[in-house]
């Protein structure tokens, strides 16, 4: 095929930026004269509808190429080796697409593009297109949920299932599919991911894997490159698809390529034709499958980088050198140009492919109706009464949430009962095949247990990044497992055009309670993961001091939007120390004042000075109040501060909150805050990671220091874990007393 570099007179007007035209193309007359499209979807065994489709994906492979050689940066191999079934999708009316490969994202951009979603963003010629590709304020490196028409983030490999699962839980009578690639299947949450939530929601299957097999990874083979097609259809069945169906490029060829991985784009056009057809009708017969209720997987084998640059792993990325000014990039670039009448046919197909534009049609371009679940039944115990476990407090208001909220889910890997909260599974039941009444399962239940942390955050943050309310509940210890999407979704939540309840976490039985347990249950460091993500503007880690704090602190997140809220509480029985009101005062300006005790100056030694506790936690609370009365009988006054939100307690200017959708501006001021931590000397105190104590020590200007935890070892109590950390009474008393001189 030639090519001429200036722009037809006939080009419409968003091909502005589209540096070459092809001249007319084979068997356009007879295929292309007229869309296909009709009711938002074509006859997947006309012929023309076939064609049509390999313009599709050609166009997808053009604009790929053409957007990232504009920055010579960016990711276009892994996507051209799929055009065809990303066409075909599409051109069957299916647009809720989502993908495990964040590196498909200029595909995904060039498709949003082409069906007008990303004119909501100012991008209505191919000219904006490659300006705002991977620039601020345009179209970044990996998918996310901020662009019109895409449904969710895609960064690090193995999250990209979970989104899928999340949507098809929430919108049954839509087929969610996603694309995942050969590299990234040896990823072990994927399938894991799956069995589970198909094991417990057998009825839910209208999510389809597109598998990409390619034979390349991003710098070498896949590890799956060498298995035979009747191997990789085992291991799916084995994995438990009922439908596995596999269209092989190699099947169709006629220019003698080499390797078990081919380029359809090199074909005549006759084959094009029949491995094209084979694509669209095997689509079409996988989302029906899956649609009626049989886990389905459709898997596309071609060579990675089909019809772009390079061929194989070399295709995955450009490099400063593939400019668009770089031979081989304009070689390729006018190899697969297209004419101006097949891009008009293709705008005006993909206009009408779903029932319009993504952007207006994706069930995330729309809030998700909620439940009404009207005022929780809040139970405010006696300050100074009978101790009470906190986690259990907060598992009664759970149950209600969910019995009021069908589409409620709480996830837990390593049990409910565990951690206090057994009330959750009796009042919500565990989502199980077999029913038994001993354990609280059944089948339909709302706790979702697998013994994975990853599938656990998965659901819940999927969910609530598709508009659900969720929980998801972990040790304290082992929810770093699960972390990176938890991450992932409150990036994207910062970011989203709609609103979203918030992801909410509850971490329990913390390192102070697993003594007995050793080291390998004593990880309280992942708090310095959330006290490095706070900064982000949209993350509330809140630690209640007790039963009636807890109960206030869960109120108030379930009103909060696009925000990732985490409550770390203990699950043994501990004073009542506050009202709810006294919660509520610490939510909004980050901590409270627990206990003020004067000092002495007949007895005090150096005259009246006053130690300030900046306190985290619930049990960390038990030698500052023994240090305390310490201090009182040398006459030395102290304050006992429970830091209950510390992002509150940051300045305004450490954090990037006006940079998120929802933003919340709300700090404490300096003189709440020299109220709260004014003294003569500060000790910070937790039984995490001191960078959680960050936002104190920035702001007081008084003599201070940190007691925090080190590492873990095997004790018979919570007190003498806190000894082998440093945190005694005497050793606070010790410092207090060294920080007033």
Not at 1 to 16: D, G, H, L, N
Not at 71 to 86: M, T
Request: a negative charge.
């Amino acid at each position: 095929m030639t090519a001429t570099t200036p722009k037809p007179t006939s080009a419409p007007k968003f091909c502005e930026g589209i540096q070459y035209f092809g001249e007319p193309l084979p068997e356009f007359d007879k295929y292309g004269k007229e869309s296909v499209v009709i009711d938002g979807a074509v006859n997947p065994k006309d012929d023309a509808a076939v064609y049509q489709t390999i313009l599709y994906a050609d166009a997808l492979r053009y604009l790929t190429l053409q957007v990232t050689g504009s920055k010579a940066s960016g990711h276009p191999g892994g996507f051209a080796s799929q055009a065809e079934a990303y066409a075909a999708l599409v051109m069957l009316g299916h647009k809720n697409i989502l993908t495990e490969v964040g590196h498909h994202a200029p595909g995904f951009y060039s498709a949003m593009f082409l069906d007008r979603s990303l004119e909501d963003m100012g991008i209505s010629t191919v000219q904006q297109l490659r300006d705002r590709f991977r620039e601020k304020h345009g179209l970044l490196g990996h998918l996310s949920g901020y662009i019109p028409g895409i449904l969710a983030p895609a960064g690090p490999l193995g999250q990209g299932q979970h989104f899928a699962m999340s949507a098809a839980l929430l919108h049954r009578d839509k087929l969610f599919p996603f694309t995942v690639g050969d590299g990234g299947l040896g990823e072990p949450y994927i399938m894991s991911g799956i069995a589970h939530f198909h094991t417990a929601y057998p009825e839910v299957t209208n999510f389809l894997p597109v598998l990409v097999w390619n034979g390349f990874s991003q710098e070498h083979h896949s590890m799956v490159s060498t298995k035979t097609n009747a191997e990789m259809i085992a291991y799916w069945q084995g994995n438990g698809f009922d439908e596995v169906i596999l269209v092989n490029a190699k099947d169709f060829d006629d220019k003698n390529q080499p390797g078990d991985y081919v380029d359809s784009t090199a074909f005549s056009i006759q084959k094009r034709m029949e491995f094209t057809s084979a694509i669209l009708t095997g689509i079409d017969k996988a989302a029906k499958s899956a649609l009626s209720g049989k886990l389905t997987v459709f898997i596309i084998k071609q060579l990675k980088g089909a019809g772009v640059h390079a061929r194989g792993a070399k295709s995955h990325n450009l490099y400063p050198k593939d400019t668009l000014d770089a031979p081989h990039i304009v070689e390729t670039l006018k190899a697969i140009a297209l004419p101006a009448e097949a891009w008009e046919l293709v705008r005006s197909n993909l206009e009408k492919a779903g029932g319009g534009s993504a952007s207006k049609t994706a069930v995330t371009e729309f809030v998700l109706p909620l439940a009404d679940i009207g005022s929780l039944p809040l139970e405010e115990y006696a300050v100074g009464g009978e101790a009470k476990v906190a986690t259990t407090a907060m598992g009664k208001l759970v149950g209600y949430v969910g019995q009021k909220d069908k589409n409620f889910i709480v996830t837990n890997a390593d049990g409910n009962e565990a951690s206090g909260i057994a009330n959750i599974n009796q009042a919500l039941k565990i989502n199980h095949p077999v029913k038994d009444d001993l354990y609280n399962q059944a089948p339909g239940g709302q706790v979702y247990e697998p013994l994975s942390e990853d599938a656990c955050a998965g659901l819940a943050a999927g969910l609530a990044l598709m508009g659900a309310r969720t929980l998801w509940c972990s040790y304290e210890s082992f929810a770093i497992n699960g972390l990176p999407i938890w991450q992932t979704v409150t990036q994207a939540m910062a970011e989203l055009r709609r609103q979203t309840p918030s992801t909410i976490t509850l971490y329990t039985a913390g390192a102070l309670e697993q003594g007995r347990n050793g080291w390998t249950h004593q990880r309280p460091e992942i708090e310095a993961y959330f006290a490095s993500m706070m900064r982000n503007g949209n993350i509330f880690p809140v630690f209640p001091c007790d039963a009636n704090s807890i109960q206030a602190c869960y109120d108030w997140a379930l009103t909060t939007k696009n925000k990732g809220i985490v409550i770390t509480a203990s699950k043994s029985p501990l004073a009542i120390r506050t009202t709810f009101a006294q919660t509520r005062e610490g939510l909004e300006n980050g901590a409270i004042a627990l206990q003020e005790l004067p000092p002495q100056p007949p007895l005090a030694k150096g005259g009246s000075k006053t130690v300030v506790f900046a306190v985290i936690g619930d049990m960390t609370l038990l030698p500052v109040y023994e240090a305390a009365k310490k201090l009182q009988e040398q006459g030395i006054g102290s304050r006992i501060v429970s830091i209950i939100n510390p992002r509150r307690l940051y300045r305004a200017s450490d954090v990037a909150w006006d940079t998120c959708s929802e933003a919340d501006g709300g700090f404490i001021n300096d003189a709440k805050f020299d109220e709260l931590f004014g003294g003569d000397g500060l000790i910070g105190v937790t039984g995490g990671a001191s960078a959680m104590l960050e936002p104190v020590m920035l702001r007081s200007n008084c003599p201070r220091d940190t007691f925090a935890w080190k590492r873990g070892e095997t004790t018979a109590s919570a007190g003498e874990l806190m000894a082998f950390n440093g945190i005694t009474a005497d050793a606070l008393v010790k410092r207090g007393i060294s920080l007033i001189g």
